[in-house]
């Protein structure tokens, strides 16, 4: 596992307010945010201010329903743990058109606010240009269904932060544009979010990667979400932790 | 004078706006074999390599040993359970058409705390439902009370599945037959299990299982062992008595005759109860089923696969020295192997040589060839053994691949091209394999253009896109051992020749010479670059009127000035050449006239980064074929053409980012000559490339003064009104 990302969040000085004593209460605006998806993650010994994402479900969606598939593995987490729950949507066929089955599907993600100790909601759905409309739609869907109040975030592909305009509108509080693998577009996107040229909705966070070089200058302000492609375990969690306060 | 509007720059584009979906072109797949049909039907192995998945190590093991094949291993279980869709279908079926209704929505998937979910109830739960019911309704009459009563129970039993509260189904009415009490005890039990009360169901099991007059008693034993399995595994920490009262229960089940139909299910349950009390006993077994065994289950492959992720992780690479319970692990000679075969490090070596020393087997040969570096005492001796592995042994590319490698690792370059010269591959990644070495063995330029060019694959999806299936094509490509000797270990003058030279696939050959003629240009070396026009102006034609112009200028500044112009209507004359190439790169037939807005990939980024740096790249060759990953200077340069090309490095080095240097030199352009209208031409176009081309901090600085010379000096020209803004 390279850590080279890990330079760059300590150049960003995101880290340095966030490592101290833990069993603090959750923080509200944690500054770091660790993605945890469909593996065993054990996150008990946290440093305070780090929130943790969690993959709560995967929504597969067709033209007529979707299934929504909850996760298998445990997440175990210190109960002060700032926690989102995160329903990641797959179409690879086709979405809904159905107001209804948009509704039952927005009723779904909505639920994941539900589990113990959430505070907020997220979702990771890939929508391809035909889809916006329907993704426009289960937004609002969702944001009806959540408790006033509730934070929304989604994902965003890299393009959408730079090159069009259709976040503008959303009804989100958060969008996390996912610098990390981009392929041939990676160093061009990153240089464009670092010189200022990000959609407003997208200044917010930024999502990168464990595994690949940072590139970018995180912000003082912005949220990091951080994915590793690898488990989380406590030991990868202690060795980050080491490397920030370097 | 004015920079574009962050307004109009998020208005202009959306091309981008959603993907872009692209794939690699692989000349050699990563933790896999290219040809899977081959490899797991019919157990052709090919080359053998150390990151392949462990299912695959597994068939190559049984291969090398002297197995047959194991089809398991192209065998994954299904994502969605079509018998659980089928059998909830067939309940909602016979519940419509003997309750009038639909049933009530039924979620499976329940609730067991740390935000994990289970799949409470099982399809064939639902299977079940639908025959007993068809049964009754046979035997008391589609309407009868007992059917009714039947079906309404029945559905309280399947709110458990996801509800927190237990939902108890009435009891018989009076008038019940002894079937239909029976049905209701089975029916009660079934609640208890699915609201997760184990220890009532299992009481409530026992008794079914005591109960001779119950049509459910055969039952009842297997659902009492299946209920403690459930109660052990949903605990918090595995608990470790329950899962031994499973045990003892379903023991009893396999020696009751009565219950034959369901021993094999029986034998599923306690082989999950063994891997789960005791992992490594469970993997030492499987690992020896699977390296032996005429015919392994797929479910023993699957729980091998699941036990080893779970030892070492869910990754092909790890440090052999720290395995944790390596000993354990390497129970049996194929996981030994296996752990070698995927770990690094000079003790995994080590233990191969010992292995091959104590059994002289053949995958402990490839496993101490893999590891074997060019110093090793015991190489001698390896490549002996080596060279007795014959055809039609499944080993034999494997070993023969490595004999080469070890060969040339080791400096026996003749007895390497020797034993090449004897090798015919059966399959496109086994024969890129074996090109790649004789690239790395090539005595002459025209051995190295031969070697150079591969046969694609695999398409394998990069970025953060869906995956698309694209058709494969077979036009050649490049390899990151090639992209590595055309960059940066030839000079330019051997760059020149090769794009002389008729030996690369046209496409290739495109690509060679348009990195010769930007380099030669760079270097201000001009009749290389015109020598190079004609030929570039043959593989991509729309280049060629430019082209002609540059062979028709005279002089050290008029070649430059031409060259320029050339360079910046031709954004795809590239500097670099690519290696491992994906399908859009793969798509340009022609050098590009216009700007690439999607990726961008625009002339070039800079010698000391960009397309130069190969630290995340895909390509395997490098680790494969060469120590350390290290890629030498060709044995055919002499050490005044080493020289040449370091020195060349460096000064293409010091030009720095395509769109900088040629804002620059147009703005130089414009001042000498301040009524040329080329140069208001090659100024607007210099703009635009700051726009587009690789930036760095000093871009917007190179952009504005380039924008404000050609509005100063051609306020009028027509370059000038198309140029509106600096980027």
Known sequence: ?246 | MKQLPFIVFFAVVSVLACGPYISEVLPVETVRPADLTAYNERGELGVVRPQFARRYLVQAYRRMTGREALPAVGRFGPEIDENATDARKQWSEAHARFAGVAPPPIQTERNIGDYQWITNCLGNAFASAAQTLNERAARYGAGSSQVREWIEAQDRVFQNCREENLALPDPPSASADSTARADRQYQMASAYFYAMRYDEAVQRFRAIAADQTSPWQHYGRYLAGRARLRQATTAKELDRARLAEAETELQLVLKDASARSLHASTRGLLDRIALTAAPADRLRLLSAELGSAAAPTDQALTDYERLMDAAVGDTTTYEYDKIPNRAALAATDMNDWILVMQGSGSAAGQRALTQWKQTSSVPWLAAALWKATPDSPEAPALLQAAERIERPSPAFYTIAFLRVRLLTLRGRNDEARTALAALSAPDAETVNLLTALRFKLARSMDELLAAAPRLPVSNRDIGWTYIDERKLTTDPIFDDDAGVVFNERLPLARLVEASKSGSLPARLRMRVASAAFVRALMLKRYEEARAIAPILGKLSPSVAADMRRYEAATGPDDSHLAGLRVLLRTPGLRAAVKGIEDDADQGEKELSRTFDHLFRRNWWCGFDKGEFDRSDATSQILRLAYHDGDVPYPAFLSAEEIAATKAEWAALTAVGTAPNYLAGESVKWARARPTDLNAAEALARAVEGTRWGCKDKATTAASRTAFQTLHKLFPKSEWAARTKYWY
């Not at chain 1, 503008?168 to 392929?183: C, T």
């Not at chain 1, 010189?195 to 070089?213: K, Q």
Request: aromatic content about 6%; overall charge neutral.
């Open chain 1, 1 to 246: 596992m390279r850590f080279r990302l890990l330079a760059l969040v300590a150049a960003g000085a995101l880290i340095a307010p966030v490592v101290g004593s833990r069993r603090e209460p959750a923080s509200p605006d944690p500054r770091v945010m660790l993605w945890a998806w469909e593996r065993p993650v054990d996150l008990l010994d946290l440093p305070s201010g780090v929130g943790v994402a969690f993959l709560a479900q995967t929504i597969t969606v067709s033209e007529a329903a979707h299934v929504a598939a909850p996760r298998r593995q445990p997440l175990r987490v210190d109960p002060s743990t700032y926690l989102v729950a995160v329903t990641r949507v797959e179409a690879p066929a086709g979405v809904p058109e159905r107001r209804d089955a948009i509704a039952a599907m927005a009723a779904d993600i909505a639920s994941t606010r539900k589990l113990p100790r959430v505070s907020a909601v997220q979702i990771d759905f890939d929508a391809r240009a035909s889809q916006r409309p329907m993704y426009r739609q289960l937004l609002h869907d969702v944001r009806a269904a959540l408790p006033p109040g509730t934070p929304l975030s989604m994902t965003a592909l890299a393009s959408w932060c730079l090159d069009d305009h259709w976040l503008d509108d959303l009804p989100v509080d958060e969008v996390v544009p996912m610098l990390f693998r981009m392929g041939p577009t990676q160093d061009m996107h990153r240089s464009e979010f670092e010189t200022h040229a990000a959609a407003p909705a997208c200044r917010g966070a930024v999502g990168l990667s464990l595994d690949e070089p940072a590139g970018i200058f995180v912000r003082r302000g912005k949220r990091l979400y951080l994915f590793n492609p690898g488990p989380w375990t406590p030991a990868t969690v202690r060795a980050a932790s080491e490397e920030v306060r370097r």
